[in-house]
């Protein structure tokens, strides 16, 4: 590995993202043994929007969850078909949606009767009709990082505000109701909560077709399989999710029914690395920092959430003597941490630290303008190949947009 790394720093520089296209086939292929044949799987492109991904997951059959105009733009780009893309998010302005509705997309997932009204209204200026699903913030609680229902939360309708504002989105004629949208909560490890959920959702979807006489033929839950990012490497068991929701399915007779899931950590995080390297080592007042070329401008989930990822020093002499350091970035915050207090081989000016399990919401999710420094390149590992699949940025791309 140390290596492969090495030659790659010399040809684009530290730091940067390594992504490994075998691994994403592998998530893929594991989400798609034994998967039922009415659920379907997106990828949500939040998680990571860099070209040569989507357009991996366009080449094995996904379709793809989009949650802004650069998204959209970016998964046309990328060559997917409209019939294979669905728009959910909180606020979506009127150019977003109109640009939604003139591509002709498979779904927009409509999160308040205001977005409702608004979407019947440019659909009627465009004299088109569009498909929609009615995003619910479910009653069922899951505590994890990132909890999108069950809480108060920007994201849809309240569960129990459904049945009086339902009816009068079905009243809005340019638009047709095809299902609802419940994604309780990101990082689940347990397939035994993502039960808990699907089966939550399958009551609300009786009760609802129930009172309100209504047909909801698609239910889309979101994302929520989680990654474990620790050396412990947990996973969530799929092949007793999908048993589950196969009995769960035919216990409420839903066999007709389209399922979806949009799914980007469990896709795609643990194909990927960041990689930087050690400009400096510093004892602080009895702590020891590993000072890199990184940051929080690319990689923030340790920031953000205080997960330290698993991680590993690459060196070309090996050091079998650990020290437990502080692995820090360039910017000028004491936030900019990318590790704290972990055990690591002994690592010199110039070793690489990759961190594992960087491919889901690392770039795509962190603070990249702070202190103005070049993007990193990123590159795909395709068995022993490897190409470029984003160039380092250069000092110039900071004057874009600027007069
Ligand atoms: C609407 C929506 N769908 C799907 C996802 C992907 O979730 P996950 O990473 O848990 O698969 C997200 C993530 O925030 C989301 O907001």
């Known amino acids: 590995m140390y290596e492969m790394v090495h030659h790659m720093a010399q040809e684009v520089g530290t730091p940067f993202y390594l992504y490994d296209k075998a691994v994403i086939r592998r998530q893929w ?18 998680g990571n929007p860099t070209l040569a991904i989507l357009r991996i997951f366009r080449a094995l059959g996904a379709g793809v969850e989009i949650a802004s105009g650069g998204e959209l733009f970016l998964a046309l780009k990328a060559g997917f078909s409209p019939e294979d893309i669905i728009f959910t998010g909180p606020a979506k302005t009127d150019a977003e949606l109109e640009f939604a509705v003139q591509t002709g997309i498979r779904t927009i997932h409509l999160e308040s009767l205001r977005e409702a009204e ?22 069922m609680e899951v505590k994890t990082q990132v909890q999108l229902s069950g809480c108060p939360s920007p994201f849809g309708i309240s569960e129990e505000d459904v049945e009086d504002i339902l009816p009068a989105i079905l009243q809005l004629s340019k638009l047709d109701f095809k ?8 990082g689940i490890l347990d397939y035994r909560l993502l039960l808990k959920n699907v089966e939550h ?5 009786t009760s609802l077709e129930k009172t309100l006489e209504i047909d909801i033929p698609v239910i889309d839950f979101g994302g929520g399989l989680g990654v474990d990012y620790s050396d412990r490497d947990q996973h969530v068991d799929v092949p007793s999710f999908y048993r589950g929701f196969d009995a769960l399915m035919h216990e409420y007779g839903f066999q007709n029914r389209h399922f979806i899931l949009e799914i980007a950590r469990y896709l795609m995080a643990s194909s990927g690395s960041y990689i ?7 004892m602080s007042r009895g702590t020891l920092f590993l000072i890199t070329d990184g940051g929080i401008h ?14 590993e020093v690459l060196q070309s002499t090996i050091s079998y003597q650990k020290e437990t350091v502080h692995v820090t970035g360039c910017l000028c915050t004491s936030i900019d941490r990318l590790l704290t207090e972990v055990a690591l081989p002994k690592a010199s000016i110039g070793d690489y630290i990759r ?11 962190a603070i990249n303008h702070f202190l103005s420094h070049e993007m990193p390149a990123e590159i795909l590992l395709e068995g022993k190949d490897w190409k470029i699949i984003r160039s380092r940025g250069k000092h110039g791309d900071l004057l874009i947009n600027q007069p």
């Open 29 to 46: 292929e594991a989400l798609h043994e034994n998967k039922p044949a009415q659920l379907r799987v997106f990828y949500a492109v939040k």
């Open 118 to 139: 608004r979407l019947h209204l440019i659909c009627t200026r465009l004299e088109k009709r569009q498909a929609v699903l009615v995003r619910i913030n479910s009653s």
């Open 179 to 186: 299902g609802i949208h419940v994604y309780n909560a990101s």
């Open 201 to 205: 959702v399958f009551e609300l979807v």
């Open 276 to 282: 930087t390297k050690v400009l400096d080592k510093k």
């Open 298 to 311: 690319h990689f923030m989930r340790k920031a953000l959430f205080d997960s330290n990822h698993s991680a």
């Open 355 to 365: 961190i594992k399990k960087a491919g889901c919401y690392s770039l795509s999710a």
